[in-house]
C-alpha cells in the first residue's frame, strides 16, 4: 500500500488580467507521503499561496490533478472538497482569516464544534495555552497583535489534529523566539502525530527544518531539494 497522502501532477493555473491569460503556476508536480514536511520557497508573486491553494483543494487548477488523502479533488464539488479539508487538512492563511465575532476560544473550538466534539472547549483551551496565550483566550481578533492572532490561526489549524497541516509564512509575524516556539509545535504535531506539513515560508531556519525544500521561480519549480 502506498503512503502517499498528497499528490499533484502536472498542476497549472492560468488566470485572466488585463493583458490577457496570465500563467502563474507552471506544470508542476509533487508527492507528498505521511509524515513528509515540505517547505515552499521563492520570491514574493512566485506563485506560493497559488500552489498552496490548489494542493488543499481551496481552489482548483487549470490543468493537472491533486489527490488528497486519496480523493482526486477534482472529481469532487465544493461540498465534498470542504468535508474532505475538514476531516484532513489544516490550513493557516496568509492573512489569519479569523472570525471577528468570535474571541480566540471560539475561534479554536470551531473546527471541532463543526464535527460536534464534546471536549472541544478544553483541546482548544490546552492548546492556546501551549502558543502561549492562555491569558488571552476571550479576546477579539481585533483586541489580538498581528502575532498573537497568527497563534490563534495556527491553534485553530492544528487543533482538529489534521493529516496534513498547510501554512502559509506561519512565523512570518513573530519575533524569532515566539516564530522557534510555533516552529517547534508543528514539528511536534509532525513527529508525534505524523501529520505531513506543507509550509510557504521566508524562514530559513523553519525552511531548513523541513526533509524537503521547493523553490519557484515565476510559477516555475527550479529547485527540488530532498535529503
Ligand atoms: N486571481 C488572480 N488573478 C490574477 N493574478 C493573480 C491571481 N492570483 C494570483 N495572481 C498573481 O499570481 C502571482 C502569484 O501569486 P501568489 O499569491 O501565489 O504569490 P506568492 O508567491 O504567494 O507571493 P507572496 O510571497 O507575496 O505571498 C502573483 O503575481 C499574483 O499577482
Ligand atoms: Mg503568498
Redesign the pocket.
Given at each position: 500500500m502506498s503512503s502517499s497522502i498528497l499528490t499533484a501532477r502536472n498542476l497549472s493555473k492560468v488566470?485572466?488580467?488585463a493583458e490577457g491569460e496570465?500563467t502563474?503556476l507552471h506544470d508542476l508536480s509533487l508527492a507528498l507521503n505521511r509524515g513528509d514536511s515540505l517547505a515552499i520557497v521563492?520570491?514574493?508573486?512566485?506563485?506560493?499561496?497559488?500552489?498552496l491553494g490548489l494542493l488543499a483543494g481551496l481552489d482548483l487548477p487549470s490543468n493537472g490533478t491533486v489527490a488528497l488523502a486519496g480523493h482526486d479533488l477534482a472529481a469532487l464539488d465544493e461540498d465534498q472538497r470542504a468535508r474532505i479539508r475538514a476531516e484532513h487538512v489544516g490550513f493557516v492563511f496568509?492573512s489569519f482569516q479569523l472570525l471577528d465575532s468570535l474571541n480566540a476560544l471560539e475561534n479554536v473550538m470551531l473546527p471541532l464544534e463543526l464535527e460536534g466534539h464534546a471536549d472541544a472547549r478544553q483541546r482548544a483551551h490546552a492548546l492556546l495555552e501551549r502558543v502561549g496565550l492562555g491569558q488571552r483566550l476571550t479576546h477579539y481578533p481585533r483586541q489580538l497583535s498581528g502575532g498573537e492572532q497568527q497563534r490563534v490561526a495556527i491553534a485553530r489549524a492544528f487543533v482538529a489534529e489534521p493529516d496534513v497541516l498547510f501554512a502559509?509564512?506561519p512565523t512570518g509575524n513573530l519575533d524569532s523566539h515566539t516564530g522557534e516556539r510555533i516552529s517547534d509545535l508543528l514539528f511536534e504535531l509532525n513527529r508525534e502525530r505524523g501529520a505531513t506539513l506543507v509550509l510557504?515560508t521566508?524562514d530559513e531556519r523553519l525552511a531548513h527544518r523541513c526533509q524537503r525544500l521547493i523553490r519557484?521561480e515565476g510559477?516555475h519549480l527550479v529547485d527540488h531539494v530532498e535529503p
Amino acid at each position: 500500500m502506498s503512503s502517499s497522502i498528497l499528490t499533484a501532477r502536472n498542476l497549472s493555473k492560468v488566470v485572466a488580467s488585463a493583458e490577457g491569460e496570465l500563467t502563474i503556476l507552471h506544470d508542476l508536480s509533487l508527492a507528498l507521503n505521511r509524515g513528509d514536511s515540505l517547505a515552499i520557497v521563492g520570491s514574493s508573486g512566485s506563485g506560493k499561496s497559488t500552489l498552496l491553494g490548489l494542493l488543499a483543494g481551496l481552489d482548483l487548477p487549470s490543468n493537472g490533478t491533486v489527490a488528497l488523502a486519496g480523493h482526486d479533488l477534482a472529481a469532487l464539488d465544493e461540498d465534498q472538497r470542504a468535508r474532505i479539508r475538514a476531516e484532513h487538512v489544516g490550513f493557516v492563511f496568509q492573512s489569519f482569516q479569523l472570525l471577528d465575532s468570535l474571541n480566540a476560544l471560539e475561534n479554536v473550538m470551531l473546527p471541532l464544534e463543526l464535527e460536534g466534539h464534546a471536549d472541544a472547549r478544553q483541546r482548544a483551551h490546552a492548546l492556546l495555552e501551549r502558543v502561549g496565550l492562555g491569558q488571552r483566550l476571550t479576546h477579539y481578533p481585533r483586541q489580538l497583535s498581528g502575532g498573537e492572532q497568527q497563534r490563534v490561526a495556527i491553534a485553530r489549524a492544528f487543533v482538529a489534529e489534521p493529516d496534513v497541516l498547510f501554512a502559509d509564512e506561519p512565523t512570518g509575524n513573530l519575533d524569532s523566539h515566539t516564530g522557534e516556539r510555533i516552529s517547534d509545535l508543528l514539528f511536534e504535531l509532525n513527529r508525534e502525530r505524523g501529520a505531513t506539513l506543507v509550509l510557504v515560508t521566508h524562514d530559513e531556519r523553519l525552511a531548513h527544518r523541513c526533509q524537503r525544500l521547493i523553490r519557484l521561480e515565476g510559477g516555475h519549480l527550479v529547485d527540488h531539494v530532498e535529503p
